[in-house]
């Protein structure tokens, strides 16, 4: 079975920064393409950011120059750092993440949803 688990929300004032991990725990045998989405209240989900198999990275307008995704293969983790955040950044942040299996399987996982909030 495959979890994903994000930390690193919570509150914080327009300008400050947060880090986003997400960590995959389970039977797998590697974590491949990683993307970050997010959903503010009484909207859809959007996309964030993303980073492929081979390490190209990729964002939404809103938030290039501002946040970075990457990626620990080793710690199976996926990262989101985001710098100037502000109050319209407010959202609960997913991660999604394409792990493999050993016998060659794929599966798109997603994580539970971390609470990020933003005060101006």
């Known amino acids: 079975q495959v979890q994903l688990v994000e930390s690193g929300g919570g509150l914080v004032q327009a300008g400050g920064s947060l880090k986003l991990s997400c960590g995959v725990s389970?039977?797998?045998?590697?974590?491949?393409?990683g993307n970050w989405y997010r959903q503010a209240p009484g909207k859809q989900r959007d996309w964030v950011a993303g980073?492929?198999?081979?390490?190209?990275?990729t964002y939404a307008d809103s938030v290039k120059g501002r946040f970075t995704i990457s990626r620990d293969s080793a710690k199976r983790t996926v990262y989101l750092q985001m710098n100037s955040l502000k109050p319209e950044d407010t959202a609960v942040y997913y991660c999604n993440v394409f792990v493999r299996f050993e016998d060659g399987r794929g599966f798109d996982s997603w994580g539970r949803g971390t609470q990020i909030t933003v005060s101006s």
């Open positions: 980073i492929s198999t081979s390490g190209i990275r």
């Open positions: 389970g039977s797998i045998f590697s974590i491949n393409a």
